[in-house]
């Protein structure tokens, strides 16, 4: 016995099943929104660490040369600071070596620098990093001083598809 079309109560197993569709639809969105959200917020990570990482070195390479400076009596040649750029100091072993050219005097650059690439590989995955130097103005110049650029890269491909470093961070060091 059939019901007239105005006396129905309740739903139908279609509608049930389209509701049901709709939901796993907007489910599904919402997961990947999730996951995209957690793989920005490691790449955040890795750029806030490698932010930290140079100023440390900053701080390291502002340590280094400033016993240097303590005289503004320059009829005295100042004795000019070590240079913490890749050519003087190669990193491309386990140990870094520094050579300084003429006029600078050699202090500890080789060891903070080791000492701060262990911590940069310990930190970032793929940790790796350029420095170079760059001349400033002619009064930093006759007192020895550079600018120093830094380049940090990291591996940042959560997947590890990729075998080159995709994270960047660059800053200057005066």
């Given amino acids: 016995m059939m019901r007239p079309p105005g006396n129905q109560k309740g ?43 140079a100023a440390d070195l900053s701080d390291r390479i502002r340590a280094n040369r400033t016993p240097y400076l303590v005289s503004d009596d320059l009829s005295i040649p100042p004795i000019k600071p070590p240079l913490f750029d890749d050519a003087t100091c190669p990193h491309t072993g386990g140990s870094i070596t520094c050579t300084q050219p003429a006029g600078r005097i050699s202090y500890r650059e080789a060891s ?18 350029k420095i170079t130097a760059k001349t400033l103005d002619a009064s930093a110049e006759k007192l020895g001083l550079k600018a120093y650029e830094v380049e940090i890269s990291w591996q940042d491909d959560r997947s590890g598809a990729s075998s080159d470093p995709i994270g960047k961070y660059t800053t200057t060091i005066e």
């Fill in 112 to 129: 903070e620098i080791t000492e701060w690439k262990n911590l940069l590989k310990k930190a970032l995955p793929g940790g790796d990093y």
């Fill in 11 to 53: 739903i139908s197993l279609i509608e049930m099943m389209i509701s049901l569709a709709i939901l796993a639809i907007g489910l599904l969105a919402l997961a990947g929104t999730q996951s995209r959200a957690l793989m920005m917020n490691q790449s955040a990570y890795f750029r806030s660490v490698a932010a930290d990482l």
